[in-house]
């Protein structure tokens, strides 16, 4: 269900690379992965982003975003677009029909067409993808509007307050209506999983906790601290798509506030968790992410999509907590000039199967560079590439800390038996 070799890659969205699109800049990305002994590539949800670029609240759970194709006018026969709405027959009806675009097929063939000669390319370098599954469907989306009676009317989705947020979190998704799902043998789980293995050999899916239980906050409400627990549907949607699709591919995204009963759901469908290195150094040993608690079973990244960079976090560090990760990294006999570098080779070290590390990070730079800050919904999922900025020399250094780390593998295994 997870690769069995140890082994890393970098995590970058597409719209990071150099131009925000498929085509020269992916395969030049793929060769200097290759260069660096990076066995894969992560990236952020591939379908059509808000109004702010947020990839995570996408007009279609189905559909991928036509921004992001090198060759938006490329020619489309009669034969590709039959044969693609047989294969995708789901869902690209409601997508035509929500886009109300004479495009709206074809340019999901020029997509497939796209990231599958891409996806190739890597393959036959020793390069797999990831992709990220969210969990939930933004408010009159395709999805939402397709399939009404799939989703809740009087309820939307959020967080509960904590130390970060008083009031909680008011993400406002429709959630979902479980009973009605479960009538329908999970199916529409079913099918976005069936595509979501279609682009990517493993995805991440999103806060995974919701399946254990998700807060749920009366719609209308100003803030989400007067929301509840409800009970998740379980495994039961793994299981269902398992029995069609065989085993899933898929890293559980277990960060927050985690309960035992998550952790046993994680455990039960033996889906590896996620730990952040830049989370710890927080709240001693009863951290799951301080370094001596990572599992084997598991993803470590040196940050996230939603966190401060390497270096900006570092440059924020004071006090017991920069004493902390020095002492890691001097007990790992770690000694770097660049403490980005340092603490990339700390991540590496990691007793996690696979280990991923943001382009930012390789790259050294600052809080300037993250590319999400929750909570504020502008100036968000804008940070790119320089062109070149990813140089030979940079790919040598990353090269050199993988393979000390024992993350080259000489073959990729994605699922285990």
Do not use: K
Request: aromatic fraction near 10%; avoid cysteine.
């Amino acid at each position: 269900m997870m690769p069995v070799a140890r082994s890393s890659g970098v995590q970058l969205h597409v719209t990071s690379l150099p131009g925000g699109r498929l085509g020269a800049e992916a395969y030049r990305f793929v060769d200097w992965l290759v260069a660096a002994g990076q066995s894969w590539w992560q990236v952020l949800p591939l379908g059509p982003p808000d109004r702010h670029g947020s990839p995570y609240a996408a007009r279609s759970a189905f559909a991928a975003w036509p921004g992001l194709l090198a060759e938006p006018r490329a020619t489309v026969g009669v034969a590709e677009m039959e044969a693609f709405r047989a294969r995708h027959a789901y869902w690209i009806d409601d997508w035509e029909r929500f886009e109300a675009r004479h495009r709206a097929v074809a340019d999901q063939v020029r997509f497939e067409r796209e990231w599958q000669r891409l996806r190739d390319y890597a393959a036959e370098r020793g390069v797999r993808l990831i992709g990220d599954v969210p969990i939930y469907v933004a408010w009159d989306s395709a999805d939402h509007r397709a399939h009404a009676e799939l989703f809740q009317d009087g309820a939307v989705a959020g967080a509960p307050p904590d130390r970060y947020s008083a009031r909680g979190q008011l993400w406002g998704n429709p959630l979902y209506d479980w009973p009605a799902l479960r009538g329908g043998r999970y199916r529409w789980w079913t099918e976005r999983l069936r595509r979501t293995f279609q682009l990517f050999d493993v995805a991440r899916i999103d806060h995974f906790r919701g399946f254990a239980a998700y807060w749920s906050v009366p719609r209308g409400a100003a803030d989400a601290a007067h929301g509840r627990w409800r009970r998740g549907p379980g495994r039961a949607p793994f299981d269902a798509a398992r029995r069609e699709l065989g085993e899933l591919a898929l890293i559980a995204e277990d960060l927050g506030v985690i309960t035992p009963a998550v952790a046993r759901l994680r455990d039960s469908l033996e889906l590896p968790g996620m730990v952040v290195l830049t989370w710890a150094f927080d709240g001693g040993l009863r951290n799951p992410h301080a370094f001596e608690r990572h599992r084997e079973r598991s993803v470590v990244y040196t940050a996230t999509h939603d966190t401060d960079t390497l270096r900006g976090w570092w440059d924020s560090l004071a006090g017991a907590r920069r004493a902390r990760a020095d002492d890691a990294m001097r007990a790992a006999g770690i000694r770097e000039a660049d403490p980005q570098w340092g603490l990339i080779r700390l991540t590496f070290s990691s007793r996690a199967r696979l280990a991923i590390v943001q382009a930012q990070d390789v790259l050294g730079l600052g809080s300037a560079a993250r590319m999400n800050t929750p909570g504020r919904a502008g100036r968000n999922w804008r940070w790119r590439l320089a062109p070149g900025a990813l140089t030979p020399a940079l790919a040598r250094r990353l090269r050199d800390v993988t393979e000390n780390a024992g993350r080259i593998p000489r073959q990729i295994v994605l699922r285990e038996r």
